[in-house]
């Protein structure tokens, strides 16, 4: 993940931006007949992309900074540092369809968390007055407010 400095002149990006990479990441596309189609020609024109599960998302925040990403590792004991021909095979992708002011990175990070397959989250109570809430297997910019309402209803229902 990176993010760029506040763009100059309060440069606005409008709606969030995503490439056709994001179709063969996210299974809500795995019902597109043409999906094999396109897996099958990044894998052959550009295999460094489902290498690192490299998908291409920017938003823009109240700050005026884009958010850039992003790639994925999996397994039990993934490197802790970034790659920077990961970041570089991101915003080369990025360039080709995004035009933006400034593409001065400020900082890069990469997130480590627990991916639950075949859910989208892990909901517990222990005990009473404890909820546990964790996973959202990625879909954390997408998915977590309207999670955080579910729960906190839950939550204030149980407590009547």
């Given at each position: 993940?990176?993010?760029?400095?506040?763009?100059?002149?309060?440069?606005?990006?409008?709606?969030?931006?995503?490439?056709?990479?994001?179709?063969?990441?996210?299974?809500?596309?795995?019902?597109?007949?043409?999906?094999?189609?396109?897996?099958?020609?990044?894998?052959?024109?550009?295999?460094?992309?489902?290498?690192?599960?490299?998908?291409?998302?920017?938003?823009?925040?109240?700050s005026g900074e884009l958010v850039i990403g992003d790639s994925h590792e999996y397994g039990l004991n993934p490197e802790p540092f970034d790659r920077e021909d990961i970041n570089d095979y991101i915003?080369?992708?990025?360039?080709?369809?995004?035009?933006?002011?400034?593409?001065?990175?400020?900082?890069?990070?990469?997130?480590?968390?627990?991916?639950?397959?075949?859910?989208?989250?892990?909901?517990?109570?222990?005990?009473?007055?404890?909820?546990?809430?964790?996973?959202?297997?990625?879909?954390?910019?997408?998915?977590?407010?309207?999670?955080?309402?579910?729960?906190?209803?839950?939550?204030?229902?149980?407590?009547?």
């Amino acid at each position: 993940m990176m993010r760029t400095a506040p763009q100059p002149n309060q440069w606005r990006l409008g709606a969030s931006l995503c490439g056709g990479l994001t179709l063969t990441h996210y299974a809500a596309f795995s019902h597109c007949r043409s999906l094999a189609a396109l897996k099958a020609r990044i894998e052959s024109e550009t295999p460094h992309f489902p290498q690192w599960g490299i998908h291409v998302m920017m938003s823009q925040n109240a700050s005026g900074e884009l958010v850039i990403g992003d790639s994925h590792e999996y397994g039990l004991n993934p490197e802790p540092f970034d790659r920077e021909d990961i970041n570089d095979y991101i915003l080369s992708y990025l360039k080709g369809f995004a035009q933006v002011p400034s593409w001065a990175i400020a900082e890069k990070w990469h997130g480590v968390y627990a991916k639950l397959p075949g859910k989208t989250e892990f909901i517990a109570q222990p005990e009473s007055g404890v909820t546990i809430v964790n996973a959202l297997s990625g879909a954390g910019m997408t998915l977590s407010f309207g999670l955080a309402e579910t729960v906190i209803d839950s939550i204030s229902n149980s407590n009547e």
